[in-house]
């Protein structure tokens, strides 16, 4: 247990370092290239909202207009400019592996970015406008895409028609793969893509194998760990109840109507799925990054924040550290 505890410090120490609002100097570096670009407009424009609005985020993706855009529409709001950015890094790789239907939660409340790339198209798209696949600026925290014109708050996309239902089925698993060898691939791929936090609690209480239904991971960035967790007694729970006992893709998900619940591996903690201008909401926390990462066993899909117990759930739920009967096949800290 102590080495549990010493591991866990030095992860939080770690992570600490990579907390924090964008360096301004990033952002006024990223207005020059894009001046150097051909996107004027937009580099003036990312000058005078930056310390509003970029400096208030860890990290972000901005959408950059053309110069014709700005001509044709004339300056824009600064609502349509916070529909312009993510506050979340989205490298081209991560743009690839986004579900058609997928929505990215923008700096304007309530609004999102529809995800409209299909498997038959060459090009990425959201809100059905191309997206420049060569980042103007990237710099890891912050990144600069390029894109014709504005997007348009009202756009609507139109899902394939679907059974919504209240009652979760499992998706059904290859039993022939070896389990160590699933997680394994889901620990790498959560290492490189900034969630090595939810990456280092898999390793550590997860072992031997899992059920035959497999298990969806819903993993909050590095920096929302850090801002969120104090005390090593949070760690046991914050881990069980982001995991739900099930393999649930993005596109069964967005199946359950508002109200499904999910059970977690923390008994007496559910997730309960709602929506928000279009945006799949957990526990009112937002999904950002659906299927980041799914084999055979592990589905994972990255969330904007940690899954906070409710204040009146909080003594029934004190007991995080003692194991139900069919979690000991699961559960296995003292192997770390």
Known sequence: MASFLFLLSSLFIFFFSLAGAIPSEAIYDSADILTDAGYVSMSLTLEIIAESILEQSPSATVFAPSDSAFKKSGQPSLDLLRYHLVMLPLPIQSFRRLPAGAKLPTMLPGQSLTVTTSTSDNAISLNNIKINELPIYDDGVLLVYGIDRFFDPSFQYQRPNSNSNLNPSCSAVNRT???SDSFDQAIQMLKTSGYSAMASFLGMQL??????????????????????????????????????????????????????????????????????????????????????????????HGVSDVLAVPEDAVSALEDVDSFSDDEQNLFDPGEF
């Open 207 to 300: 072992s031997g194998d899992i059920s035959q239904n497999g298990i969806t991971v819903f993993a909050p960035a590095d920096e929302n760990v850090i801002n969120r967790l104090g005390v090593f007694d949070d760690y046991p729970s914050f881990f069980r109840r982001h995991v739900v006992p099930c393999k649930f893709l993005w596109n069964e998900l967005v199946d359950f109507v508002d109200g499904t619940e999910l059970p977690t591996f923390l008994e007496g903690f559910t997730i309960n799925i709602t929506r928000s201008g279009g945006v799949l909401i957990l526990n009112g926390v937002p999904v950002y990054f659906p299927d980041v990462f799914f084999n055979d066993r592990v589905v994972v």
């Open 177 to 179: 793969v070896n389990s």
